[in-house]
Nanobody, 122 residues
Framework: QVQLVESGGGSVQAGGSLRLSCVASGFSSFTFYWAYWVRQAPGKALEWVSAIGSGGTTFYVDSVRGRFTVSRDNTEKLVYLQMNDLNPEDTGIYYC???????????????RGQGTQVTVSG
């Protein structure tokens, strides 16, 4: 079955960097999907932070634009999120998710991973 597995989370000081990875498996139509990174801060709703289409078009929410960079490798079915200049407001569980179309108000996703914890202190 389709599986998304995230890795790369951890604890960093404010101003630090992390690189998240997501590997997709179990299906052949990876390029049909937009790949999102979404996060959930403690006590808050799920929030999408970045999206990338199969051709490389990217979107970011305002709070991360200029600090986060999303990329993907369609051949290896990988999605990355490079996060720089992290601050405590970036703390949360980060999920990789796939959606057939792009929207900046996603209510659901076709697939979502189990998430990786990012904690920023300081």
């Amino acid at each position: 079955q389709v599986q998304l597995v995230e890795s790369g989370g951890g604890s960093v000081q404010a101003g630090g960097s992390l690189r998240l990875s997501c590997v997709a498996s179990g299906f052949s139509s990876f390029t049909f999907y937009w790949a999102y990174w979404v996060r959930q801060a403690p006590g808050k709703a799920l929030e999408w932070v970045s999206a990338i289409g199969s051709g490389g078009t990217t979107f970011y929410v305002d709070s991360v634009r200029g600090r986060f960079t999303v990329s993907r490798d369609n051949t290896e079915k990988l999605v990355y999120l490079q996060m720089n200049d992290l601050n405590p407001e970036d703390t949360g569980i980060y999920y990789c998710a796939l959606r057939r179309s792009f929207t900046d108000t996603p209510q659901n996703y076709n697939y979502r991973g189990q998430g990786t914890q990012v904690t920023v202190s300081g």
